[in-house]
Structures are given as C-alpha cells and as structure tokens.
C-alpha cells in the first residue's frame, strides 16, 4: 500500500525564524510530490510541485526538496510569518494513475 | 489555473437529512474528484466524477450514501445522504485540468458539515 508520512505531526515556532517538515513515501513508481498549504477551514493551496529529476524548488518563502532515491523530501520555511501558521501537506502522486496519497500533515503554528 | 468554487461553505445538517455541495469551475476539466477531510485527519478521496456517467467510487464509498452528478465539464454535485454524526467532515472538490503527471491538482475551499 503506497503510504505518505509526515513528520513531525505539530510544531510551534516564533515568528522570523526557519523550520523544516519532512516527507517519506513509498509510492512506486514515482511520479511527482506535491506540498500544500491548508488553512483552517479552507481547501489545501498548491505550493510546489516535483517531478522525479528536479531536486528543490521554491516559492517564495517556501523551499521544497526532493531525493527520489531515498523517497524523502522537505519542506523549509524561511523567515516564518504569522500567516504561515497552517497545516503542511505532502501529497505523492504515483506514475501509474492519477491517485494521490496523502500524508497526515505537519501543523504549524507560528508565535509573535 | 482553475478556480473551484463550492457551496456551501459550511452548514450544520440534522441526523437522517441529505444534503447536496456542488463544486463549479471556472474552465473545462477533464478529472473531477470529492474528498472528505474528517477532523484532524487528511483527505480521503470518496469518488472520481465522470462526465456523462456514473461516479468510480473508492472502496468504503457507495453510490447510495454519497450520489454524484456531473452533467458537463465545469460542474458536480455530491449529496451526502441519511447523515449522522460521524458524516461531520470537510468535504473538497478537486480538479485536474489535463491530467498529466505534474499538472497541479486545485482543490475547492471545502464544505464543511456538522451533523447534530
């Protein structure tokens, strides 16, 4: 059964500074890993998107990397802000049909 | 891009009603999909809405508790039917605009019911 897992589940930080959430998968094969942003009571928000060659890609504030080798990648906050408390999820899409699989999601909450 | 809108937004809904969320789209899709987001959970997808036919649904979802319509290639409903509590969920629309891998997946800002 092809299993997404995030970690860690929750994490409290202070505004202005760095965080990092991780993401393990099994889903074989591959194709692509998407991060979402999902505030509550709201639909999940596409951050970024990984295909099996590319190894980080950024928006804005948020930088995604990808090891399609090791199954794992990252999602990194930089200078967080009080909007970017949410729920962060990992969402890993196999080659074989258009599922997806879900992680459990990381929630952040950010501190002034 | 696409934008999703749903309704409703939110409504609580009492034990043993059905209620009906309808998903519309900006631009023809060709994949639409109904997950449910119970609380603290991920999204789980119900079903695959087809256009001119009838819903795939994913195993533990039936067509007679969550009905599907999808008469054209911007709109679906889902009906939530003979609700109880443990219906009390987000429920999101999703669209894939071509379905290609690496093509982004938009999501609707969810209805969320409460069944009391």
């Known amino acids: 059964k092809n299993q997404v897992e995030q970690s860690p589940q929750s994490l409290i930080i202070l505004e202005g500074k760095n965080c990092t959430l991780q993401?393990?998968?099994?889903?074989?094969?591959?194709?692509?890993l998407r991060w979402y942003k999902q505030d509550t009571g709201r639909g999940p928000v596409s951050l970024t998107i990984?295909?099996?060659?590319?190894n980080t890609k950024s928006n804005g504030r948020y930088t995604a990397t990808l090891d399609a080798d090791t199954k794992q990648s990252s999602l990194h906050i930089t200078a967080s802000q009080l909007s970017d408390s949410a729920s962060y999820i990992c969402?890993?899409?196999?080659?074989?049909?258009?599922?997806?699989?879900f992680g459990a999601g990381t929630t952040v909450t950010v501190r002034a | 891009s696409a934008v999703i809108s749903q309704k409703p937004s939110r409504d609580i809904c009492q034990r043993g009603t059905s209620l009906t969320i309808q998903c519309q789209v900006d631009?023809?899709?060709?994949?639409m999909f109904w997950y449910r987001q119970q609380p603290g959970q991920s999204l789980t997808l119900i079903a695959t809405?087809?256009?001119?036919?009838?819903?795939?649904?994913e195993s533990g979802f039936v067509i007679d508790k969550f009905p599907i319509s999808r008469p054209n290639l911007t709109f679906s409903t889902l009906t939530v039917s003979n609700m109880s509590p443990e219906d009390s969920s987000i429920y999101l629309c999703?669209?894939?605009?071509?379905?290609?891998?690496?093509?982004?997946?938009?999501f609707g800002e969810g209805s969320w019911l409460t069944v009391v």
């Open positions: 999703s669209v894939d605009g071509t379905g290609v891998a690496g093509n982004t997946i938009y």
């Open positions: 993401c393990n998968y099994t889903v074989s094969p591959f194709s692509n």
């Open positions: 990984m295909t099996f060659s590319e």
């Open positions: 969402v890993v899409s196999g080659s074989n049909d258009y599922k997806l699989s």
């Open positions: 631009s023809q899709v060709t994949m």
């Open positions: 809405a087809n256009q001119g036919s009838e819903a795939t649904y």
